[in-house]
């Protein structure tokens, strides 16, 4: 693999899609998402590559590392480059449309075209004598990727059951290169994406220098123009021989290797689906007998693989593969059990070997019995009777939601029990304190449930809960809800009993078959208008007033004026008068003198 595809993230989350559901993580095997402000993210430490959250995810928002660009400057380079197709191709595609695989994989420029289940033949041998050689205990095929990946991260004490044999995709490789050279080139083709971190192994280096699924084999035919029916149909250039292309399907290893045919056979355990394989791995542990454990972490296998592009079910794939590995096994049985036949390339036996160790995907953290206590009382789980284990937030018990809180995988609020008890306080608070009169009565009209202001408004206690409403009030409005004349009524009543003057809302819950009624005490307003009105009046009498003794001073002061006037002007009149006359006697004479 290159170095950028290596440092690449193989399964991962387009938070532009992600919609808060939390079902990726009720998916998830091995819990490795991560939980933060509604968005699930894909922690690369902790995932096994199983796919399985990429099936499950509704809004496609979980994806897997593209590597179709890679694969075709592969080619575009100019060196030679071979393919390896896993034989659950048969799953996708029909059987015409098989046998035209060849020449259109030709046509991409792949000088080498071939099937696993080579690879796969060789790794049943391998593992038959391993077992074999090691008797009197249990063994856990490696075949599949992703169950390996589940041991070494979560089953460490499962390690030495593990066969430490490489899986058909690396011993088909080394194969592959056998053949060609070693300057060959690899890519695999198949429906796993555990496959692209099988080839990141720091161990294979080198050997897969590619995966695709056949969902992006299919977008390379699309954008190169490759029409499949347009392909003459060809073979491959090497046929596995037995019956290696069972191998997709559960049971289809030990069949190749001749280890059992028989489905009740004790010695072999054919498994898929992760809590099946989950509980035969737990359950291996101390065996001493000869026990075969062959593992697919797929249910029905590798047919329902996360980069299938089938949309059978798992039945129907499964018979197609059943039906081209029964079509093309008959001609090869024969050479089966030969183990020196030209068909195979003779691979050095510790070429298949592979040892597996332990990674832990993270550094064990302990948290203390009060911290968890602590984040159990945060979401009303103080008590073990609280503590629901209802697996909504997306893990089996609530005490393992608590750790992965501390551990910062998860958040509180993904507790839905706890949030929807939340709502209904947060309502509950609502109508307590709500200033208006709420009751609710049952299909009966009887009183249910009222809130303090209704107590408040009717004078009453919860003591009258159970009674009919006509206990407190006329019931003719509720009446006319139940006799489905309306759903909703909207009027004005006096409760004189009360000294109330309500308007009241009253509408019908069909579902619930209850009534509502809300009751809005509106003589306060009322009497305010009244204030209001008297206040109105009172101004209006009191301008009026100010406006008659305003008219009636500006009446006395023009008739003041009027007089005042007359006066001066008389006056006036008279010192003109005087002004103009000859003074006449001695006294007259005297004043003019004396003023003139």
């Not at 400057?73 to 480059?81: A, D, F, H, N, T």
């Not at 040892?355 to 009382?377: F, G, K, N, T, W």
Request: proline share 4%.
């Amino acid at each position: 693999m290159s170095t950028d595809l290596k440092t690449r993230q193989v399964v991962f989350t387009d938070h532009a899609r992600c919609r808060d559901c939390y079902r990726c993580l009720r998916a998830c095997p091995v819990k490795a998402i991560q939980m933060h402000d509604g968005q699930a993210a894909v922690v690369e430490e902790r995932c096994i590559a199983c796919g399985t959250c990429i099936r499950e995810c509704p809004q496609q928002a979980k994806s897997y590392r593209r590597d179709l660009e890679p694969a075709a400057s592969l080619i575009e380079s100019g060196y030679q480059v071979a393919a390896s197709i896993a034989p659950s191709f048969a799953a996708v595609w029909n059987e015409w449309e098989r046998k035209c695989i060849p020449s259109a994989l030709r046509k991409l420029g792949f000088v080498h075209v071939s099937e696993t289940a080579i690879g796969a033949y060789e790794v049943a041998r391998a593992t038959r004598d391993y077992v074999n050689e090691n008797a009197g205990r249990a063994h856990i095929c490696t075949a599949c990727p992703a169950v390996v990946n589940y041991v070494e991260y979560y089953e460490p004490q499962a390690i030495g059951l593990l066969t430490p044999i490489v899986s058909p995709m690396i011993a088909h490789a080394r194969h592959i290169r056998g053949l060609l050279g070693a300057d060959v080139k690899v890519v695999f083709i198949g429906p796993c994406v555990a496959k692209k971190a099988e080839a990141d192994r720091p161990e294979y280096a080198g050997l897969v220098d590619c995966v695709l699924t056949f969902a992006e084999l299919t977008d390379w035919f699309q954008r190169t123009g490759i029409d499949l029916a347009k392909c003459e149909a060809s073979a491959f250039d090497e046929e596995p021989v037995g019956e290696s292309r069972y191998f997709p399907l559960p049971g289809g290893m030990a069949r190749t290797a001749a280890w059992s045919t028989d489905l009740l056979d004790t010695r072999c355990e054919a498994v898929s689906g992760f809590a099946s394989i989950r509980d035969a791995i737990q359950s291996a542990g101390g065996q001493s007998r000869d026990l075969l454990i062959e593992p697919l972490f797929c249910v029905q296998g590798c047919v329902c693989g996360p980069g299938g592009l089938s949309e059978a079910n798992a039945y129907e794939q499964k018979r197609r593969v059943l039906s081209y590995a029964g079509a093309t096994t008959s001609k090869n049985k024969s050479v089966a059990g030969n183990c020196t036949t030209e068909n195979i390339h003779e691979s050095n036996a510790n070429a298949l070997m592979n040892q597996y160790r332990p990674r832990c995907p993270l550094d064990p953290m302990a948290h203390s019995e009060e911290a968890i206590r602590s984040v159990l009382e945060k979401t009303g789980k103080a008590r073990k009777e609280d503590q629901l284990n209802c697996g909504a937030c997306g893990y089996l018990s609530c005490r393992a939601k608590a750790i992965a809180v501390l551990e910062g995988m998860a958040e509180p609020e993904m507790c839905i029990p706890h949030m929807r008890r939340l709502a209904e306080q947060r309502t509950d608070r609502i109508i307590e304190t709500s200033p208006n009169g709420i009751v609710i009565l049952d299909e009966r009209l009887k009183i249910m449930h009222m809130n303090a202001a209704f107590r408040r408004y009717f004078m009453c206690s919860d003591a009258v809960c159970g009674k009919h409403i006509s206990y407190l009030m006329d019931p003719a409005n509720f009446e006319r809800l139940v006799g489905g004349e309306e759903d909703r009524y909207e009027t004005t009543s006096r409760h004189k009993n009360y000294n109330l003057i309500c308007h009241q809302i009253l509408y019908r819950l069909p579902e619930e078959k209850q009534y509502v009624g809300i009751f809005v005490n509106i003589a306060p307003l009322l009497t305010n208008q009244k204030k209001l009105e008297q206040l109105r009046e009172q101004t209006t009498a009191q301008a009026r007033e100010l406006l008659e003794h305003q008219v009636k001073m500006a009446q006395e002061m023009a008739r003041f004026l009027g007089e005042s006037t007359a006066r001066g002007e008389e006056l006036v009149r008279n010192l003109l008068k005087l002004s103009t006359e000859q003074p006449s006697g001695e006294r007259d004479r005297w004043l003019w003198d004396t003023y003139t």
